[in-house]
């Protein structure tokens, strides 16, 4: 099973639990609608990595037109499916063909993190909209998750979490994009409820060529971890058109 494969799996075997854990990703979803532009009156939109609905459900009442809804886990986008009226594609938003182009507006949630050439996909989003069109997305950015890290460092163990962009360098990569921050804090009463919450998430493929922590070695892991355990999500709100 190659990585991708990896990734679709976890987040549909996440799907019927997804919305308990994710406070963080409801909050950006709605922190997105204010980048939003008002619709044209003949508007075509595409959502990358629908999850559950989080977002799609806003954007469905924010234009009730022509949208393509997508998600790489198909058991994620059946639970998108009863937000409304749309069409609804299972595809990999940074590698496969679009359907439907031109769009209007191409808009993601908490989605692009787990592609594996951020600009390249990038640009593969923005040769499908139409001129004057906008691509909005929200990411991780570097200081999500650094007190999960530091709790790795300290016990000489090597987190799995992926290593994300900070904004300068994500602007450095996309010329041209409108980058706003946020940090979205979290708070358990102790490491092991964060741990299970990425995976009620789903978001639980390591970076390549990660060996998972063995059993005893989570539990220490846990055991020194602060209490309460307190981290949180370092979020990228990035703008940009055609």
Avoid at 17 to 29: H, L, S
Avoid at 62 to 85: E, Q, V
Avoid at 172 to 200: C, M, N, T, W
Avoid at 218 to 240: C, D, E, G, K, W
Wanted: net charge negative.
């Amino acid at each position: 099973m190659n990585r991708r494969d990896h990734i679709r799996a976890a987040f549909s075997a996440a799907a019927d639990g997804y919305e308990q854990a994710a406070t963080a990703q409801d909050w950006a979803a709605e922190q997105i609608l204010s980048f939003l532009p008002p619709p044209a009156a003949a508007f075509r939109g595409l959502e990358i990595g629908c999850g559950t609905g989080l977002l799609t459900r806003r954007l469905l009442a924010y234009c009730p037109a022509d949208w393509t809804i997508t998600d790489l886990s198909p058991h994620m986008l059946d639970k998108a499916r009863c937000c409304g009226p749309a069409t609804y594609a299972c595809l990999d938003g940074e590698r496969d063909p679009l359907p439907h182009p031109p769009y209007d507006l191409i808009v993601s949630n908490l989605a692009f993190q787990w592609f594996d050439d951020l600009p390249t996909a990038i640009q593969h989003l923005r040769a499908a909209l139409r001129p004057g069109g906008q691509l909005i997305f929200s990411t991780m950015g570097q200081n999500s998750f650094a007190e999960w890290r530091t709790a790795h460092q300290q016990l000489g163990l090597q987190s799995g979490l992926m290593t994300y962009p900070d904004a300068e360098t994500l602007r450095q990569a996309v010329p041209g994009a409108e980058i706003d921050e946020a940090v979205f804090p979290l708070h358990f009463d102790y490491a092991g409820h964060f741990a299970r919450s990425l995976k009620q998430l789903g978001a639980t493929v390591p970076q390549p060529g990660h060996v998972p922590l063995g059993p005893g070695q989570m539990r220490r892991l846990i055991q020194a971890a602060p209490r309460p355990f307190q981290t949180s999500y370092h979020l990228l709100f990035v703008r940009l058109g055609a």
